[in-house]
Each structure stands twice: as structure tokens, then as C-alpha cells.
T-cell receptor
């Protein structure tokens, strides 16, 4: 159980394009999902906390107008990188957590975004 | 400032060796400490520790938490090449949230 699916797994696109990444909890409901960014050989950095039915909470230094998050249902959160530029190239990973006490975050397989 | 520090940064061993990975933390409102294994894709969950002194075990992997000294260790016995990965330690709970703060990870390479 506790499977998180992320799509697409790899995106290559031109500078200025907007890219949408989906994160789904396949066999459980998740009121809260998280979006992380990981640069090569570095650890995961939390970008934002996505709450179903309300606005996302962004970490300091993350532009909310650049990284749009929508958590429209208990099983789906989306991250849209708007007008992407080469410096946005990174590995983006989502996670979801069961709505019960003492549950770990379960991660999707990540999306590798390359902006040319 | 909340932080999670892992050591060593990297480790190279031969199959059959036993390794110990370390994680120390300073986090406000600690709730739990988690260990993840990351190979090529996203992290996979290994252990979640909330209480001091209680060892969690899964096959050749085990982990324990010391909340007084603010650290945890992850042990892997009889290592195999399939154990090669980055092992991430994360602490949950800063500011009473579900947020995780990750350490930089320990890169383990196991050679035959």
C-alpha cells in the first residue's frame, strides 16, 4: 500500500514553456502532499506543502507565482512550473502522507525537468 | 536554525561488511526521525523512529534513536551490492508540522 505516482518522469522543453507535473496517491487519500526539489548530489529541499482545498504553503525563497500548486482532490496535487528557464532544471519529487498519526511520507518516483 | 547532519558523506565497502550510518539533528518540536533509501529515483521508506532506545529492524537493516543525545544510527549487516544507494535521514516536526528536514545523505557503495 501507500503508493504515490508521479507523472511525467522526464520532461525536456524549451525555455519559456510552462510544465505541469502530477502527483497522485493511488491507494489512499492524502489531505497533505509535499513538493521537493533536488539538485545533483544534494539532498531534498522542501518547496511547498500542498493542502487539499486550500492554498499551498511555500517555503521561504520559493516563488509562488513561478511554482503554481493545485491540490484539487484528496488524491491529486499538481505543480506547474511557469515560464520555465534553464535554472529551473532539476529533479522534482512529490510525497504524500496518510491522514493518520505517525505515518511516514511516501514519495513518487520524481520528475526530471530539463529546460533548454 | 533547524538542521540534520549525516556522516560519513560517503562510504565504500566490500560485500559482507557491516556499516553504521550516523544522523544528528537539531529541530524544534521533534516528532519523528525517518530513514530513506534513494537509488536512482525517489526515496523509499525504511524506518520511522519516535521513541528512544527501541530498535527497529527489517532484515539486515536496523535503526535506533537517542532523543537525549539527538542522534540516530542505521546499521546494515552483511552488505550486498544491492545496498548501494544514498541513505537519507529526515526529521519531522519543525514548528509542529508534518514537514521533513533532510540531511545531505550518506552515499554507500558496496563492491563485490
Amino acid at each position: 500500500g501507500a503508493v504515490v505516482s508521479q507523472h511525467p518522469s522526464w520532461v525536456i522543453c524549451k525555455s519559456g514553456t510552462s510544465v505541469k507535473i502530477e502527483c497522485r496517491s493511488l491507494d489512499f487519500q492524502a489531505t497533505t502532499m509535499f513538493w521537493y526539489r533536488q539538485f545533483p548530489k544534494q539532498s531534498l529541499m522542501l518547496m511547498a506543502t500542498s493542502n487539499e482545498g486550500s492554498k499551498a504553503t511555500y517555503e521561504q525563497g520559493v516563488e509562488k507565482d513561478k511554482f503554481l500548486i493545485n491540490h484539487a482532490s484528496l488524491t491529486l496535487s499538481t505543480l506547474t512550473v511557469t515560464s520555465a528557464h534553464p535554472e529551473d532544471s532539476s529533479f522534482y519529487i512529490c510525497s504524500a502522507i496518510l491522514d493518520r498519526d505517525n505515518q511516514p511520507q511516501h514519495f513518487g518516483d520524481g520528475t526530471r525537468l530539463s529546460i533548454l | 536554525e533547524d538542521k540534520v547532519v549525516q556522516s560519513p558523506l560517503s562510504l565504500v565497502v566490500h560485500e559482507g561488511d557491516t556499516v553504521t550510518l550516523n544522523c544528528s539533528y537539531e529541530v524544534t518540536n521533534f516528532r519523528s526521525l525517518l530513514w530513506y533509501k534513494q537509488e536512482k529515483k525517489a526515496p523509499t521508506f525504511l524506518f520511522m523512529l519516535t521513541s528512544s532506545g527501541i530498535e527497529k529492524k527489517s532484515g539486515r537493516l536496523s535503526s535506533i534513536l537517542d532523543k537525549k543525545e539527538l542522534f540516530s544510527i542505521l546499521n546494515i549487516t552483511a552488505t550486498q551490492t544491492g545496498d548501494s544507494a544514498v541513505y537519507l535521514c529526515a526529521v519531522e516536526g519543525p514548528y509542529n508540522t508534518d514537514k521533513l528536514i533532510f540531511g545531505t545523505g550518506t552515499r554507500l557503495q558496496v563492491f563485490p
